[in-house]
């Protein structure tokens, strides 16, 4: 099993920033694909950003490419989620996730993580 717990959620204004955290259990962190997804009211959990077990690669939703930045640290067990010029849209539970995706379809779907966080609110005002 792998615990992940994500932090640094808040209430902030619209072009505001705000960086994640999400730290990870056991010695394994590099085993997997980390991921961040959101999820509205009312609505799906969507795909926002996501990074191989090395960090040499990223993925980012087309909403968020640009403004957000997904990095890693294995040593830490910790990846994080830096968000730039936030907008009321951005609003949403964040969730963290370790999964054993392979292809870049896989990284990008929300049924190749197996573990998630318990999530961290954002929310964007205008």
């Known amino acids: 099993q792998v615990q992940l717990v994500e932090s640094g959620g808040g209430l902030v204004q619209a072009g505001d920033s705000l960086r994640l955290s999400c730290a990870a259990s056991?010695?394994?962190?590099?085993?997997?694909?980390m991921g961040w997804f959101r999820q509205a009211p009312g609505k799906e959990r969507e795909f926002a950003a996501a990074?191989?077990?090395?960090?040499?690669?990223?993925y980012y939703a087309d909403s968020v490419k640009g403004r957000f930045t997904i990095s890693r640290d294995n040593a830490k067990n910790t990846a994080y989620l830096q968000m730039n010029s936030l907008k009321p849209e951005d609003t949403a539970v964040y969730y963290c996730?370790?999964?054993?995706?392979?292809?870049?379809?896989?990284?990008?779907?929300?049924?190749?993580?197996?573990?998630w966080g318990q999530g961290t609110q954002v929310t964007v005002s205008s």
């Open positions: 990074i191989t077990r090395s960090g040499s690669r990223t």
């Open positions: 056991g010695r394994t962190f590099s085993n997997y694909v």
């Open positions: 996730a370790a999964g054993s995706a392979v292809t870049t379809a896989q990284t990008m779907g929300v049924n190749w993580y197996d573990y």
